[in-house]
C-alpha cells in the first residue's frame, strides 16, 4: 500500500489556518512539507505527514473541528478527474461506484466501498495505513467530502438516513448536525453515510458523456501512484544520471526536509544510503552488459572514483567490475 498522496488533497489548508489565526507555513515545515507546493496536483506528500499538519492545526487552534472545515472548503473539487466521474456519470450509483474505483488515483490509502443494504446503501471510507496520527481528523475531512459528493447528486437539502464514525466524538453533536444535517454515532464499527436506496437510479442531470469518457480512459490508464520508497528509488535512478542523487536533492525534489525523509524511510525498514547502494548494484549489472568501459560505469553510478565503484562491485558481486563485464559478456552470447 502506497503511503504518497496528491498535493491537491491539501488544496486550501494554508487559507484556513490563516483565517483561523494561524501559522499555515510552520505547521507544514514542521511536518517536511514545503508550503509552496501545497495544492499541486504533481507534487506527493506522505500520508502520514499530510495526517499530521492536519491534526497539528487542528491541536494548535483550539479546532477540534478542524477536519470539517477543510472538508467542507475544499468539496469534491480536490478529487480531480474523480470529480469528472461525479458530475457526469449517468446516474448516482455510477458515480459513487466510480468514486469507489478510482479514489486511489487522488489519495491511495483511503478506500470506499458502497453496499446496498434493505432500504438503504451504505457508503463506507476506512484508511487502508494501520499507523495514522489524527486518524480521525482525517476521517471527518473524507466523509464531509463525501457529502459534498452526495449533495451535488441527490440535492443540496439532502441529509442522510444515518452517519456513523469509528473514533470518539471530538467535536460538539451541533457540530456534526451542522456539518451532516443529523445527529452522528461515534465509537461504531465503520465510518459510514446511509443513503436512500432508491436515489441511486437518479439520473445526473446536465451530464456531458464526451467529458466522462475522457475521464474513464485517463484514469484507466493510471496506477496507483507509487509507495514512498519506489518514489525514491525512481527519483535516484533519474538523478544519477546528473551525478545529483544525494539526500538533499532527492528530498528537495519531493519537497521534503531530508530528516523527514529518512525517518519515513525508516517507517519502511529502510534508509536512503540502503535504496542508493540497491540502484548502484543493479545499474551497475545492467551497464556491465553495455559495452561501457568500467571508468565510465562508475561515473554513470555517481562514485567520484574508480576505486570506491571496484569496492562495491565486490562487494556486490563478489567479483571486480572487468570479472562482472565479462560475465555479463558470455551471458549474453550464450542466448
Known amino acids: 500500500m502506497t503511503d504518497l498522496i496528491r498535493g491537491m488533497s491539501m488544496l486550501h489548508f494554508s487559507d484556513l489556518v490563516v483565517s483561523m489565526g494561524g501559522d499555515a507555513d510552520a505547521i507544514l515545515r514542521e511536518q517536511g512539507i514545503d508550503p509552496s507546493l501545497v495544492g499541486e496536483f504533481d507534487f506527493l506528500i506522505p500520508y502520514r505527514s499530510y495526517a499530521a499538519a492536519i491534526g497539528e492545526a487542528a491541536l494548535s487552534l483550539e479546532r477540534p473541528d478542524f477536519g470539517l472545515c477543510l472538508g467542507a472548503r475544499q468539496g469534491i473539487s480536490i478529487l480531480g478527474p474523480v470529480a469528472v466521474l461525479i458530475r457526469h456519470s449517468e446516474t448516482v450509483d455510477r458515480a459513487i461506484e466510480g468514486v469507489c474505483r478510482y479514489l486511489y488515483s487522488c489519495a491511495p490509502p ?57 473514533h470518539r466524538r471530538i467535536s460538539s453533536q451541533e457540530r456534526y448536525r451542522e456539518q451532516f444535517g443529523c445527529a452522528v454515532e461515534f465509537e461504531s464499527d465503520v465510518n459510514s453515510v446511509h443513503l436512500p436506496n432508491e436515489g441511486l437510479d437518479k439520473p445526473i442531470r446536465g451530464r456531458d458523456a464526451a467529458a466522462l469518457a475522457l475521464a474513464e480512459n485517463y484514469l484507466a490508464r493510471i496506477s496507483p501512484a507509487l509507495g514512498l520508497v519506489d518514489h525514491v528509488r525512481e527519483m535516484i535512478h533519474r538523478l544519477l544520471k546528473v551525478n545529483h542523487a544525494t539526500l538533499v536533492v532527492v528530498a528537495h525534489e519531493m519537497g521534503l526536509h531530508p530528516r523527514v525523509l529518512q525517518r519515513n524511510l525508516a517507517d519502511d525498514n529502510t534508509s536512503f544510503e540502503e535504496l542508493l547502494d540497491n540502484v548502484r548494484r543493479d545499474m551497475s549489472w545492467q551497464l556491465s552488459a553495455t559495452g561501457m568501459q568500467v571508468g565510465q560505469i562508475a561515473t554513470m553510478l555517481g562514485y567520484a572514483e574508480q576505486s570506491s565503484y571496484s569496492r562495491a562491485c565486490r562487494r556486490w558481486y563478489n567479483e571486480s567490475p572487468r570479472d562482472l563485464i565479462a560475465r555479463r559478456r558470455r551471458i549474453a552470447a550464450s542466448r
Open 110 to 166: 483511503d478506500v470506499a466501498t458502497l453496499e446496498r443494504s434493505g432500504r438503504s446503501a451504505i457508503f463506507t471510507l476506512s484508511i487502508a495505513l494501520r499507523q495514522v496520527a489524527y486518524r480521525e481528523q482525517m476521517v471527518e475531512k473524507g466523509l464531509t467530502i463525501a457529502m459534498d459528493a452526495f449533495r451535488f447528486l441527490l440535492g443540496e437539502d439532502f441529509v442522510p438516513r444515518k452517519v456513523t464514525m469509528q
